[in-house]
């Protein structure tokens, strides 16, 4: 099968496209618009529209940018960061977004990922787990942009995530997130293992070879932003190297 | 005269994609909310969001159950996406048993019933293929073949009777893909959020 997806990440804060390390020392990349006109044009097989700052300033994310970015791609967008409500749901799918992704909010209160998922049907509804190593074999999960520690183990959470009736699991690791650093096959193993839900992975993937280790241990997709942004890597040449993922893209 | 689009309004929202995809074309286009806007439409789409439950109650609430059977059946052309196909069938499982609009016969099943090795919901692009015992009679099925579209759901449909279908290949098992009856094309993918070959799909059910 090949269904494996390549999914750039863009983390906006205020308009812009930004990159930070570990989700800290952020700096500007780009026009959120025009890149991921650029992703769907080279070959996206989904956009991945991150509301950095929304959560953790308590602010209300960007409508008009996610109208701005729906209209002009046409692959799926998925949207993250801030999303407290079924109304606010309903506004974001309404500007044009196809999945939310929930964090902060689904952590507070689990069951406003189950609520969401009456209504808009599980595969609607993504929940996205940033997490930390703390202890050989305990990884928490974090909230508000990586910053606040929660005392959940991650194990459980993906559990509970699954049984409140999500449809997919985003992972990223807080560790590796913006130091193209990748982490170990071992815990990678062990979340895929524990999780029956499709499972996307972002954190540190620079290069096809990470790539394909997430496609070896049944991962769904792939989330990759700094090595798009500062085309270290991009995403034609990913999809020419790689097998088990959609090749006959006609976009442009 | 230019044809009138009607985009069935369930209330749930995601709706975005399949705006744009008309929009593309530079349709004109509105949003359905009972059976007077039905009337003003040449052709119809049924959205592929939210659950079954939930957009079956809003569709009776709306009166529009019995409209869209009288569409079908004066013969007006129908696009049902992935859900929107599944509210066609006579009965869905999803949060328990249901009943659809009986217009395809058969039922919406969970993918869970098929013991198979991957993931659910099923969430990805994914090759559409010939069904060896479906008789082609236009470019539209053999246009689909070997291409990839994207798909997003947990429930199959399981058809009762011989329809005119394509299929794709999903854990090991092989399940409809697009299905073909009549004035009615309904497809498991979304062809709003499969790049330019979905819209090939738009402008084909545009252009009928």
């Given amino acids: 099968m090949k269904n494996f997806r390549i999914i750039p990440r863009l983390e906006v804060k205020t308009d812009h496209v930004i990159k930070g390390i570990r989700m800290e020392g952020l700096r500007k990349v780009g026009d959120p618009v025009e890149l991921a006109i650029k992703y769907f044009k080279d070959g996206a097989d989904e956009i991945f529209y991150d509301d950095i700052v929304a959560s953790l300033y308590n602010r209300k994310y960007n409508i008009d940018l996610i109208k701005r970015i729906s209209s002009n791609i046409h692959i799926p967008l998925l949207v993250s960061g801030g999303i407290k409500s079924l109304n606010n749901m309903h506004e974001i799918f309404n500007a044009g977004a196809d999945k939310v992704a929930l964090n902060t909010h689904a952590v507070r209160n689990p069951h406003l990922i189950s609520k969401a998922a009456r209504v808009f049907g599980s595969q609607s509804i993504c929940v996205q787990v940033q997490f ?63 999780c029956k839900l499709p499972l996307i992975y972002g954190g540190g993937i620079n290069s096809n070879t990470n790539i394909q280790s997430l496609i070896d241990l049944k991962y769904d997709g792939a989330l990759i932003s700094n090595v798009l942004h500062f085309r270290k890597m991009d995403i034609t040449n990913i999809k020419k190297n790689l097998s088990k993922i959609r090749t006959n893209i006609i976009n442009i | 005269m230019t044809q009138r689009v009607g985009i069935i309004n369930y209330n749930i929202g995601n709706i975005g994609s399949v705006k744009r995809s008309l929009e593309f074309f530079d349709t004109n286009y509105l949003m359905v909310n009972n059976a007077k806007d039905l009337k003003k439409c040449d052709k119809i789409i049924l959205p592929g969001v939210g659950s079954f439950d939930f957009s079956m109650k809003m569709l009776k609430k709306k009166k529009l159950d019995f409209a869209i059977k009288d569409f079908f059946k004066e013969g007006k052309d129908i696009l049902a996406i992935c859900l929107g196909l599944q509210l066609l069938l006579t009965e869905s499982e999803e949060f328990g048993k249901k009943k659809g609009l009986n217009i395809l016969s058969g039922k919406v099943e969970n993918l869970k019933k098929f013991s198979i090795d991957s993931p659910i919901p099923h969430i990805g692009w994914c090759m559409v293929k010939k069904n060896k015992n479906s008789i082609v009679n236009d470019s539209f099925e053999t246009n689909l073949y070997n291409k990839y579209y994207y798909f997003a759901h947990g429930l199959i449909c399981n058809f009762k009777k011989k329809y005119k279908f394509t299929k794709f290949i999903y854990g090991n098992k092989s399940f409809v893909a697009s299905v073909r009856h009549k004035n009615l094309i309904g497809t498991q993918f979304h062809p709003e959020l499969s790049g330019l070959l979905g819209l090939d799909i738009y402008k084909f059910f545009l252009d009928k």
């Fill in chain 1, 132 to 194: 930390k190593q703390y202890h050989e074999n305990y990884w928490e999960i974090l909230t508000e942009s990586g910053r606040e520690r929660t005392k959940k183990n991650i194990l459980d959470w993906i559990e509970k995530v699954y049984s409140l009736g999500a449809g997919e699991i985003i992972l990223i690791s807080v560790d590796h997130d913006g130091i193209g650093n990748f982490i170990g096959r071992d815990p990678l193993k062990q979340f895929r293992s524990e």
